[in-house]
């Protein structure tokens, strides 16, 4: 006659089994998502001080003989530095003047910094925004792409093939111009 005990041989590993893959599977997807809202969190709030720097060095910004004018890569460094953990390779930046002016575009950040060596913008060591779209009042936005790549990404919604691992954060931060 079996005991008790000879009946439940094995129930071990396939309880494990049962429950193990999900709870892991579960683990790994809440640190994921945890991750992409902290990258996401810090795409935002780099945006938004790059805006504000940009927002506070107007036309009329002026101190006795000293002008306050920013040029892209003033404001390019202040994103690179508050994007702390986003690799700035990864960061296409839109700059957004008030109506009339010209757009500029940084299609990843590193070469729109100062720190630049390489491969570097033209329009980096542009003053921004230009003289006739720089005075109080006026918007400014300061837009940006960052693909993260990140394997749980696979299972959202809408995935496909090609795009399989990463998905595309967007910020964006309108600052009127004070001074």
Aim: some cysteine; glycine content about 8%; proline content about 4%.
């Amino acid at each position: 006659m079996m005991t008790k005990r000879q009946r439940q041989r094995g129930s071990q590993t396939l309880e494990f089994t049962l429950l193990g893959i999900p709870l892991t599977f579960l683990l790994f997807s809440i640190a994921n998502m945890s991750f992409a809202m902290l990258t996401l969190h810090t795409l935002q709030e780099a945006i938004e001080q790059g805006a504000r720097f940009a927002s506070t060095r107007g036309s009329s910004c002026s101190s006795g003989t000293n002008t306050c004018g920013v040029k892209i890569q003033q404001i390019a460094d202040v994103i690179a530095n508050a994007a702390a953990g986003i690799s700035t390779s990864k960061l296409k930046v839109t700059f957004t003047p008030p109506t009339g002016g010209t757009t500029v575009t940084c299609t990843n950040l590193n070469v729109c910094v100062s720190t630049c060596s390489a491969g570097c913008s033209g329009s980096r060591t542009l003053a921004w925004p230009d003289g006739t779209n720089n005075s109080p009042g006026q918007d400014i936005t300061i837009a940006a792409d960052c693909t993260l790549v990140a394997p749980m990404f696979m299972f959202w919604t809408g995935s496909t093939p090609s795009k399989i691992s990463s998905t595309t954060f967007h910020a964006t931060s309108r600052q009127r111009l004070m001074f």
